[in-house]
């Protein structure tokens, strides 16, 4: 079972940018798909951005769609989400977590939560 070390979040102004970092251990990280969600005060947990296993496919909520970008490092154990031109609901909670490819759009189905790195844009 894969877990997760989330960080990078931070207090920004609107307009600004941030690099957030998934820290994923056990052998089966580069197996699966991975994603990046969002929760937000009040709000149910979102997918933002999501990537397959070895990169090829990408997708990005049209909220996000042109400000965010989803990386990995599958040597490394790793995920990124660099988000740019930040806005005020953007706000949240951010989490990593990877799966199969059609279970990462649910993410009430997702076990392993890591606890997430949180995000305040404002000015």
């Known amino acids: 079972q894969v877990q997760f070390v989330e960080s990078g979040g931070g207090l920004v102004q609107p307009g600004g940018s941030l690099r957030l970092s998934c820290a994923a251990s056990?052998?089966?990280?580069?197996?699966?798909?991975l994603g990046w969600y969002r929760q937000a005060p009040g709000k149910q947990r979102e997918l933002v951005a999501a990537?397959?296993?070895?990169?090829?496919?990408?997708e990005c909520a049209d909220s996000v769609k042109g400000r965010f970008t989803i990386s990995r490092d599958n040597g490394e154990n790793m995920g990124y989400l660099e988000m740019n031109s930040l806005k005020p609901e953007d706000t949240g909670v951010y989490y990593c977590?990877?799966?199969?490819?059609?279970?990462?759009?649910?993410?009430?189905?997702?076990?392993?939560w890591g606890q997430g790195t949180q995000v305040v844009v404002s000015s």
């Open positions: 977590n990877s799966a199969r490819w059609a279970e990462l759009k649910d993410p009430s189905t997702l076990a392993s």
């Open positions: 056990g052998t089966l990280f580069k197996l699966l798909g």
């Open positions: 990537i397959s296993n070895y990169g090829a496919v990408i």
